[in-house]
Nanobody, 122 residues
């Protein structure tokens, strides 16, 4: 049974930083692309950032380019989302997702975590 468990969310002031983690189990982690999505209040879930299986390539949403980075530790079956220069509009529930291949759409990914709340105060 595949499980993705996010952690690290919380309340942060604008301009601050936060690092989210997503621990994966039940799948051959190093053979899966990993991504982060988010869903703000009253909004649809949207793509944030994705890493290929090796971590050699990264894909960003324009809204987070230069502020967010993704990294993965295949030995720990964990993917991280480092968020810097946070803005109130980054407030959302953040989800990690896994699939054999990287993509930018919600429907592309087979497996999802339960989400972790990030709130950025102004």
């Amino acid at each position: 049974q595949v499980q993705l468990v996010e952690s690290g969310g919380g309340l942060v002031q604008a301009g601050g930083s936060l690092r989210l983690s997503c621990a994966a189990s039940g799948l051959p982690f190093s053979t899966y692309a990993m991504a982060w999505f988010r869903q703000g209040p009253g909004k649809e879930r949207e793509f944030v950032i994705a890493s290929t299986r090796s971590g050699g390539n990264t894909y960003y949403a324009d809204s987070v380019k230069g502020r967010f980075t993704i990294s993965r530790d295949n030995a720990k079956n964990t993917v991280y989302l480092q968020m810097n220069s946070l803005k109130p509009e980054d407030t959302a529930v953040y989800y990690c997702a896994a699939d054999r291949f990287s993509g930018r759409t919600v429907g592309h990914y087979d497996y999802w975590g339960q989400g972790t709340q990030v709130t950025v105060s102004s």
